[in-house]
């Protein structure tokens, strides 16, 4: 499960972005496995399953989107994306890089 600690959200909300977990589970299913991100907005990408994660390049094989840090400006035009094993947790400082060079 991805953590995102109070370090991160806050450095991110301070840089203007809005922080959210995405993923083809339904909201009841986002709920039960979200305790640790209670800080975080959960998006459910499950009806129709996938549609947002296979535009966005990030859906497996018609299974589950796959673990990704994106970052979309305010126009919705994703400036960028890094994939990682199921088994790794996201680097959020690469994200916080990403946005300070935009």
């Known amino acids: 499960m ?3 600690d109070g370090s991160y959200y806050e450095e991110l909300t301070k840089l203007n972005t809005v922080p959210f ?3 083809v589970d339904s909201p009841d299913t986002q709920a039960d496995a ?3 991100l209670n800080n975080v907005l959960m998006i459910s990408d499950h009806d129709p399953k996938g549609e947002v994660s296979e ?5 497996d094989n ?3 989107s796959t673990r990704a840090n994106l970052v979309i400006d305010e126009e919705g035009l994703l400036q960028y994306k890094q994939e990682y094993a199921l088994s790794s947790m996201p680097d959020f400082e690469e994200v916080v890089d990403a946005i300070e060079g935009m």
């Not at 535009?55 to 859906?59: A, C, K, T």
Request: charged content about 10%; cysteine-free; aromatic content about 18%.
């Open 55 to 59: 535009m966005l390049g990030i859906y």
């Open 62 to 64: 018609g299974r589950y």
């Open 34 to 36: 979200s305790g640790d």
């Open 21 to 23: 977990g995405f993923s």
């Open 2 to 4: 991805m953590t995102l």
